[in-house]
């Protein structure tokens, strides 16, 4: 009977009327990329139900949108492993029938022209340009009226770690071994057919040093502004890793000398802790904390390390927050990175510690585990003890299938000021965690 009732209940939920289905998309009231694998898609229709997929369509508030639905494996027909993208706010519906329709063709937003350096994305109206390199990573040139390199390395990875370490055996740990994406071997690289919202990109990458890390990245370029980065770390074999991180280089700065960086205020930073004071008094010393809406923001010179506490990173050992940005008034434009959730930061310090953090350094933005534990955790009381300092001690162990993912929003964006940027990016922040597909 519960069985039953089950059945019932998410026959109802997608609106199943005769021979129609329509899931329900929830978002707020700002446009975000909507990317849902196909896989995915078919566990939400009822198992009885046979999708004719000339038929989708997508529908935000009543209209029907651009849609693209990408070939990932290349078979010439939709399955698993296909990607369905379009751009969704509000409410939205992807409706499907059991029979086929003449299928809408919507005008492509980009071409995409290769050379012997990687793939260039151009918009057909001429307001986005963007390089695609020989591993998948993302550099934008254009947007809007301003050509200038705005974002670079979008999806790259730092990883250190022990390669061959033996740990478990002799307690050794092997030799340290740190790279970047860059110094990966590309095991295969799709750029896909772009679509009349974005361009899809799929690249496998492998370490040739650290044994058995894999990186898979899929990034979507829309029309928009938004760059869509899903970037997963997939371990083969078991391995003691120092750093895993994703990163984007030189947002906006050095194209604009004015840029300042803009982020909520931390609920944790080590070094207000170890001062005994809260991350908001620490950045308020330093001159750093502007009001918006009765809110308060960090905000403070991009290319200027704020006199930190120890080491030359402007933060480290930050938790980590809804969105962070790059901003220019002279140019009139920022990125911002946004998370697709606010990760809860444990009581438990080192628990803390052994998950992912924030760190600006480098003009980089930098998300993920970093476990170079210095000593002056231990030279001040409120740190003292709360990791050990021994460096075997300090590795995150990972054994053959883990998997670590990191998804990211990269938006560009135009404001006119600090606060007229803080605004925009708290609503797309808000909508892009708001999505909700199925429920």
């Known amino acids: 009977m519960k069985r039953v009732l089950m059945s019932l209940v998410l ?23 909507l990317v849902l694998q196909m896989g995915s898609l078919v566990d ?76 260039k ?5 001429g307001s986005f340009e963007a390089m695609i390199n020989d591993h998948g990573l993302v550099q934008v040139t254009q947007f809007g009226t301003i050509k200038a390199k705005l974002l670079d390395e979008v999806g790259i990875a730092r990883v250190s770690g022990w390669f061959n370490s033996t740990y478990y055996v002799d307690g050794k740990l092997g030799d340290h071994h740190e790279e970047t994406s860059s110094a990966f071997r590309v095991v295969s690289i799709k750029v896909l057919d772009p679509g ?18 894999r990186q898979e990245i899929v990034t979507h370029i829309f029309k928009n502004g938004d760059i869509l980065v899903d970037n997963k770390f997939v371990f083969e074999t078991y391995a003691d890793m120092m750093k895993v991180q994703t990163m984007v280089t030189r947002p906006i700065i050095p194209a604009f000398d004015d840029t300042v960086h803009i982020l909520p205020v931390f609920r944790r930073l080590v070094w207000a802790d170890q001062l005994n004071i809260t991350p908001y008094e620490y950045w308020l010393q330093r001159d750093a904390v502007t009001w918006v809406d009765k809110t308060p923001y960090i905000v403070f010179p991009a290319g200027n390390s704020m006199k930190p506490l120890w080491w030359g990173a402007t933060y480290i050992f930050a938790s980590m927050e809804r969105w962070r940005s790059n901003f220019s008034s002279k140019g009139n434009v920022g990125v911002a990175e946004i998370l697709p959730e606010v990760p809860v930061v444990p009581a438990d310090y080192k628990k803390w510690l052994d998950s992912d953090t924030w760190v600006y350094e480098s003009l980089e933005f930098r998300d993920g585990v970093f476990k170079w534990m210095p000593g002056e955790f231990d030279a001040y009381p409120s740190t003292t003890g709360v990791y050990s300092m021994k460096v075997e001690d300090m590795p995150n162990r990972y054994k053959a299938g883990d998997v670590v993912q990191h998804l990211r929003l990269f938006t560009l964006y135009n404001a006119k000021s600090v606060e007229e940027a803080i605004k925009f990016i708290e609503n797309k922040s808000a909508s892009f965690r708001s999505i909700k597909i199925g429920e």
């Open 11 to 33: 026959l109802l939920a997608l609106s199943l009327f005769g021979a129609s289905v329509s899931i329900p998309v929830k978002a707020g009231n700002v446009e975000v990329p």
């Open 196 to 213: 009349p919202v974005a361009v899809g990109v799929v690249a496998i990458l492998k370490s040739e040093k650290l044994n058995g890390l």
């Open 44 to 119: 939400l229709l009822p198992e009885d139900f046979e999708p004719d997929w000339t038929s989708l369509k997508v529908v935000v508030d009543g209209k029907e949108v651009p849609f693209q639905l990408e070939d990932v494996d290349g078979n010439g027909r939709v399955s698993a492993p296909d990607y369905l993208v379009s751009i969704v706010k509000g409410n939205a519906q992807i409706v499907v029938e059991d029979s086929a329709k003449k299928a809408v063709v919507y005008p492509k937003a980009f071409s995409v022209s290769k050379d012997e350096k990687g793939w």
């Open 121 to 125: 994305v151009t918009a057909v109206d």
